[in-house]
């Protein structure tokens, strides 16, 4: 089944012509909108008439995630405040977080283009739907329940955590379809083998999977252990959250909602654009999006855009599996995490020297992040020689950690001068997943 | 009325110990009596020891986290409910005790203890007549 023929199956023409017409208004639109796009267009004396069609789109400026920093919270936000009906947030690389503003009718497209994907997963009106992402100001659990009320399925909003109740669930209600990040799948399968849950006793068919990298072992594990299929959701809150692209039956790639989202690949040291077919860094410019629209923005995900057409019918393009990260973020379940925002916190505690590690691990399906502080010398006097006052210590950074970085992490406090110095950032980062 | 004690950050890992006692060792420093306040990662290594003043530059030097404080050291008969009867008054004067060891010296028991309420500590022992230690009584030791 195809959620929106008109949009997944046009003509590379129409397309083209569709997404050129979009380009125009969106740049016009943020001319006259944002300040700060119309003083990049002005100093490369661009003006929004210059812009007609979809390949005039390499005279634009890229957008970065520092742009979104420099311009906290509301400064790249198109539309009044009157006309925001929701606000997400999402990681920054450090301090504050990442804000973005949806219109109704942002919100109205993005739960189309979710719909779109559950279509293509082969979700139906009948079908019951678990949403197993978090909810609240991560885009996952709100993107993806308010596409399966969209398209018409029942939706139930579970959440993250209480994995056994949420088995129960599964099994009572009958529940035919999930979305949660891949390693929370392979928990629950766990879950389920340690509450006696066969997988003939659950209707599970279709499952949604995305907010971190998989594989595709992984996607057989999962398929074999739970008895469906597996399908990824790409999306990132900057450009509109989960659904940006989506596979199909065919499982070859994932069809890009790009009557919304125009994407291109480039080198990321070079900025040119590269050939069709080639990894680099994929870049989205939002077409028709009024909050907060945003143009060729710089996801840092490593990746290649697919030639030709694919068999289920749609002919929006595709996108190959995210290979990597052109900068030193992570992904620890499913929530962004950047290392600069680790040494904020510690910076931001006197007793700690600016030498730290971050190791990231995965325990029976679940990520885990381990936070090694080095003490400074200064840190012991008198009254530092309890293991009280140690701990005190070691809570004080947890609980920073925790409000920063919204997941949990392990602290560790080490002597002065143990921890290794190192050049560079990503020295600060042993991953220690098979990934 | 105090002895001055060296608290010592080590990692629960292999090697931390051996590099703190090695430092002593070389310096020529004796150790009187030691415990070690564990958790799972990390432990407080507290001793006493000949010259605490030499051996904490010592172990500076050698970049060990370690730090000086003053604990009191009373001297006690060897005997059954001697510890019991001096810690009774320090209950009885409401004075909590942060941690406690014992150790032996000749034919009596010391026991050293650190109290966040230092000065009331002090006039208990002057006020009940308790028998302490001081720093001279160790280094004459060593």
Redesign the interface.
């Known amino acids: 089944m195809i959620y929106n023929p008109n949009k997944e199956c046009m003509s590379r023409d129409e397309m083209s012509a569709l997404q050129g017409k979009r380009l125009h208004k969106i740049v016009e639109y943020v001319y006259y909108n944002v300040p700060f796009y119309r003083n990049k267009l002005q100093n490369l004396d661009i003006r929004p008439d210059d812009i007609q069609t979809i390949e005039d789109i390499t005279k634009l400026p890229f957008t970065t995630k520092k742009d979104l920093r420099d311009n906290y919270p509301f400064g790249l936000q198109a539309a009044p405040q009157s006309e925001i009906i929701r606000v997400h947030a999402s990681s920054g690389t450090t301090g504050n977080p990442t804000i973005v503003g949806y219109t109704r009718k942002d919100i109205g497209v993005w739960s189309e283009c979710m719909a779109r994907c559950l279509t293509a997963y082969g979700v139906t009106r009948d079908d019951i739907f678990s949403v197993a992402y978090g909810y609240g100001l991560f885009t996952g659990g709100l993107g993806a329940h308010y596409g399966v009320e969209h398209m018409g399925a029942s939706v139930i909003p579970t959440g993250t955590g209480n994995t056994e109740k949420h088995l129960k669930l599964i099994r009572d209600l009958g529940v035919t379809g999930i979305a949660c990040t891949p390693s929370y799948a392979l928990y629950l399968a766990e879950t389920m083998d340690k509450m006696g849950i066969k997988k003939e006793d659950i209707r599970l068919k279709v499952g949604a999977f995305g907010a971190e990298p998989w594989t595709e072992q992984m996607r057989q594990e999962i398929e074999v252990r739970l008895g469906l299929k597996g399908y990824n959701i790409y999306g990132l809150s900057e450009i509109m959250g989960p659904s940006v692209s989506y596979e199909c039956q065919e499982q070859n790639g994932s069809h890009i909602n790009e009557d919304h989202f125009f994407p291109e690949i480039i080198n990321p040291t070079t900025l040119e654009p590269l050939p069709l077919g080639q990894t680099g860094e994929l870049v989205f410019t939002t077409l028709p999006k009024e909050g907060m629209p945003l143009l060729r923005y710089r996801t840092r995900d490593l990746c290649s855009l697919m030639p030709g057409q694919c068999n289920c019918g749609r002919t929006n393009i595709r996108m190959g599996r995210i290979e990597g990260r052109s900068d030193d973020m992570l992904i620890i379940r499913g929530i962004n995490v950047f290392p600069s925002q680790v040494e904020s916190v510690i910076l931001s505690i006197p007793e700690f020297a600016p030498h730290y590690m971050l190791i990231v691990d995965r325990e029976r399906n679940l990520d885990t992040l381990l936070v090694q502080a080095e003490?400074r010398?200064e840190?012991?006097?008198?009254t530092?020689?309890?293991?009280a006052a140690?701990?005190a210590l070691e809570k004080k950074l947890a609980s920073r950690l925790k409000s920063v970085l919204s997941i949990a992490a392990k602290v560790?406090?080490?002597?002065?001068?143990?921890i290794q110095r190192s050049q560079g950032k990503s020295a600060h980062v042993i991953d220690n997943r098979k990934l | 009325m105090t002895i001055v004690q060296l608290s010592i950050f080590i990692e629960n890992r292999s090697g931390t110990l051996i590099k703190v006692l090695e430092v002593l060792k070389d310096a020529q420093i004796q150790i009187i009596a030691s415990t070690i306040a564990d958790t799972a990662e990390y432990g407080i290594y507290r001793l006493i020891c000949s010259e605490p003043q030499r051996a904490c530059e010592e172990l500076k030097r050698a970049g060990v986290p370690v730090s000086l404080s003053n604990v009191f050291a009373l001297e006690l008969d060897n005997q059954p409910g001697c510890a019991a009867e001096a810690i009774a008054t320090f209950s009885r004067a409401h004075i909590s005790i942060s941690y406690m060891y014992s150790f032996l010296l000749g034919d009596k028991g010391i026991l050293v203890f650190r109290t966040d309420n230092a000065e009331q500590a002090r006039q208990t022992i002057l006020e009940n007549h308790l028998r302490y230690i001081s720093e001279p009584d160790l280094s004459c030791l060593a």
């Open positions: 003490l010398q840190v012991f006097t008198s530092f020689d309890t293991p140690v701990d560790q406090l080490k002597a002065p001068g143990s």
